[in-house]
């Protein structure tokens, strides 16, 4: 089946600094991923949507220059959390859209705790 | 915006049926879906139902669709602990919308 993996799954780190996190797609490709951020004990919300090759399209209310989304191939997102701040704390889940499958067909990844102290 | 509104707990007794009910808002859904997160875990699709049809079974989990009145339920039959989890009902129109997320607790 599609896997969606998430490197790392959990980081700490201190305030005001950057954090990287990817989101590979194992066995398939894809052109769309979508960031996610979840609060404790709160539902998903979808923070953008990745375009391999072009600019990510932001929901309302991210900041673009706070949460950096790279996809520069197929296979692989990057979000960078940068200048973080305890507030920025979440767990972040990115998904994945099979290019060669439905577009309702989304897989995620299991998620990245992030943690600033 | 869309909407997905779900009850945010629910308790059961081990061996008992579990319904966790879900309503959204968007008309132009095409597939409805249920994941269940465990604790410090992503998302784990358990089923997903077409917006045209009106029930779908599989193994222990049941599917209930109501398309006029936009209420989607899931039915666990014979809930055991390992069930424990947050259930989350998402809708698919343009894009996922997910639901608050139901907790449910299996007593034993």
């Known amino acids: 089946g599609a896997v969606v993996s998430q490197h790392p799954s959990w980081v700490i780190c201190k305030s005001g600094t950057s954090v990287k996190i990817e989101c590979r797609s194992l066995d398939f490709q894809a052109t769309t991923m979508f960031w996610y951020r979840q609060f404790p004990k709160q539902s998903l919300m979808l923070m953008a949507t990745?375009?391999?090759?072009?600019?990510?399209?932001?929901e309302q209310g991210v900041e673009k220059d706070k949460f950096l989304i790279n996809h520069a191939s197929l296979t692989l997102s990057t979000l960078t959390v940068t200048s973080a701040h305890p507030e920025d704390s979440s767990f972040y889940i990115c998904?994945?859209?099979?290019?060669?499958?439905?577009?309702?067909?989304?897989?995620f990844g299991p998620g990245t705790r992030l943690t600033v102290t | 915006g869309e909407d997905v509104e779900q009850s945010l707990f629910l308790s059961v007794r081990e061996g008992d049926s579990s319904v966790i009910n879900c309503t959204y808002t968007?008309?132009?859904?095409?597939?409805l879906y249920w994941y269940k997160q465990e604790p410090g875990a992503g998302l784990q699709l358990l089923t997903y139902?077409?917006?045209?049809?009106d029930m779908k079974q599989d193994q222990r989990l049941t599917v209930l669709l109501n398309k006029k009145d936009k209420h989607l339920s899931l039915r666990i039959a014979d809930t055991q602990t390992g069930d424990s989890a947050i259930y989350f009902c998402?809708?698919?129109?343009?894009?996922?919308?997910f639901g608050p997320g139901t907790r449910l607790s299996v007593l034993p």
């Open positions: 968007d008309s132009s859904s095409t597939y």
């Open positions: 998904s994945a859209r099979d290019s060669q499958g439905l577009a309702r067909e989304q897989y």
């Open positions: 139902i077409f917006s045209n049809m």
């Open positions: 990745s375009n391999e090759g072009s600019k990510a399209t932001y």
């Open positions: 998402a809708d698919y129109g343009q894009n996922f919308v």
